[in-house]
């Protein structure tokens, strides 16, 4: 009860406070009833789904679109009181030296040119929310990289990865839409395709519908896959830890009915003549999460020197373990972030709230020669819908640096 109590205080005094500049412009009572009636809907909705969600399975379609109107409700406003509240401080200040001036207590009006600064303000996240959940979640994007390195075997020169993440199936509701993602992604003729885990929000259950299209999926030399932390059903309630044992096996069989090989803390050589690299698979470990990777053991049996491509879903794993291992691993691909399905990239600037949470959150970086690709994810989860952050196919081409 506390708290849905503090949901409808913080929610109450967000609405409070943007309906001071609402007022300054719309004179009709019939428009600010309008303002409330839609506050309250949308309030009561969300709080409505969570009470009714099914902890047994899952996040529902209708609870992430409560949430996606609860955003749209609610970041517009936010971003309207940043202005509104700018402007109060100044009518504090005036008010205060009015007071000491003259002995008089005078608040200044609301003026509604600021009001309108504010509204306009809004109307910037407003549409760029609709946006993001007609449009943007299924708006694929091939991002290309080239990597070069010492060591690469000569056989390998040119090789091309494609590198997908977070399929969270359990969101789909487009059939269309994936097909023309799968499309995509095979469009890219690589010679693999690597899977960095998510495949489903958190049942078994919810891929089947889509299994016959990932199944499509191509490469020349193979398809492998690791989990990811929504793959081990710890986000549901199970009836029995063998019910949740049953479950995480359905999700691990998913693999191979798709095509791909499953990487549980192992690794596999991809051969080209006598040249090999070597494709280490660890299960979900991150900071903040399940620790079920063990990279020793997915290691086991590999020459120090061998050329090594790491596929561990939480990026915090390459920052806390992987860049600074005695072992080189000369490209780790990682997912997870979804680069918060919101933010800024244009050239020369990004920015998500993620960063504040992962160091590295979207795209390539590099550390003594090392590198790490945080794919942006395939699908979404929570929010039905991405904002500046598109969902991702990664394609990366290995080259042996010229000497």
């Given at each position: 009860?506390?708290?849905?109590?503090?949901?409808?205080?913080?929610?109450?005094?967000?609405?409070?406070?943007?309906?001071?500049?609402?007022?300054t412009l719309v004179k009709s009572k019939i428009g600010l009833w309008l303002y409330w009636l839609f506050s309250i809907f949308v309030g009561t909705n969300l709080i409505y789904q969570l009470h009714v969600h099914d902890r047994s399975a899952g996040m529902s379609h209708r609870l992430m679109f409560s949430f996606a109107f609860m955003v749209l409700s609610t970041v517009p406003k936010l971003i309207s009181i940043i202005v509104l509240l700018g402007e109060d401080l100044v009518r504090i200040t005036q008010t205060i030296t009015n007071y000491f001036q003259s002995s008089q207590v005078m608040m200044p009006e609301r003026r509604a040119f600021v009001s309108k600064v504010a509204l306009s303000l809004a109307a910037i996240p407003f549409g760029a929310i609709i946006y993001g959940v007609i449009k943007g979640r299924y708006n694929y994007k091939v991002i290309q990289?080239?990597?070069?390195?010492?060591?690469?075997?000569?056989?390998?020169?040119?090789?091309?990865?494609?590198?997908?993440?977070?399929?969270?199936?359990?969101?789909?509701?487009?059939?269309?839409?994936?097909?023309?993602?799968?499309?995509?992604?095979?469009?890219?003729?690589?010679?693999?395709?690597?899977?960095?885990?998510?495949?489903?929000?958190?049942?078994?259950?919810?891929?089947?519908?889509?299994?016959?299209?990932?199944?499509?999926?191509?490469?020349?030399?193979?398809?492998?896959?690791?989990?990811?932390?929504?793959?081990?059903?710890?986000?549901?309630?199970?009836?029995?830890?063998?019910?949740?044992?049953?479950?995480?096996?359905?999700?691990?069989?998913?693999?191979?009915?798709?095509?791909?090989?499953?990487?549980?803390?192992?690794?596999?050589?991809?051969?080209?003549?006598?040249?090999?690299?070597?494709?280490?698979?660890?299960?979900?470990?991150?900071?903040?999460?399940?620790?079920?990777?063990?990279?020793?053991?997915?290691?086991?049996?590999?020459?120090?020197?061998?050329?090594?491509?790491?596929?561990?879903?939480?990026?915090?794993?390459?920052?806390?373990?992987?860049?600074?291992?005695k072992d080189t691993y000369h490209l780790t691909l990682s997912g997870h972030t979804h680069g918060m399905q919101f933010g800024i990239e244009i050239p020369g600037f990004r920015w998500s709230p993620v960063q504040y949470v992962y160091k590295y959150w979207a795209g390539i970086y590099e550390e003594f020669g090392n590198y790490i690709n945080v794919n942006r994810g395939f699908g979404f989860l929570a929010f039905p819908g991405r904002i500046g952050i598109w969902p991702e196919i990664t394609v990366i081409t290995l080259k042996r640096k010229l000497s």
């Open positions: 009860m506390l708290r849905w109590l503090l949901l409808i205080a913080i929610l109450l005094i967000i609405d409070f406070y943007a309906f001071q500049g609402i007022k990289h080239t990597l070069f390195f010492d060591d690469l075997p000569k056989a390998f020169d040119g090789f091309k990865l494609t590198h997908i993440s977070d399929v969270h199936s359990g969101s789909f509701d487009n059939d269309e839409k994936i097909k023309d993602g799968i499309d995509l992604i095979n469009q890219q003729e690589s010679d693999v395709i690597l899977f960095t885990g998510d495949i489903v929000n958190n049942v078994a259950s919810e891929m089947d519908p889509w299994i016959p299209y990932f199944k499509r999926l191509k490469a020349k030399e193979g398809k492998y896959s690791v989990l990811g932390n929504h793959d081990y059903g710890e986000y549901v309630s199970f009836n029995s830890e063998d019910e949740k044992n049953q479950n995480f096996q359905a999700i691990k069989d998913i693999h191979p009915k798709i095509g791909f090989n499953l990487l549980l803390n192992e690794s596999v050589d991809l051969k080209r003549g006598e040249d090999k690299i070597a494709l280490v698979g660890v299960e979900n470990w991150g900071t903040r999460f399940k620790k079920a990777g063990d990279l020793q053991k997915a290691s086991e049996g590999l020459e120090k020197e061998a050329f090594k491509i790491l596929l561990s879903h939480d990026p915090s794993h390459w920052e806390s373990e992987v860049k600074n291992h």
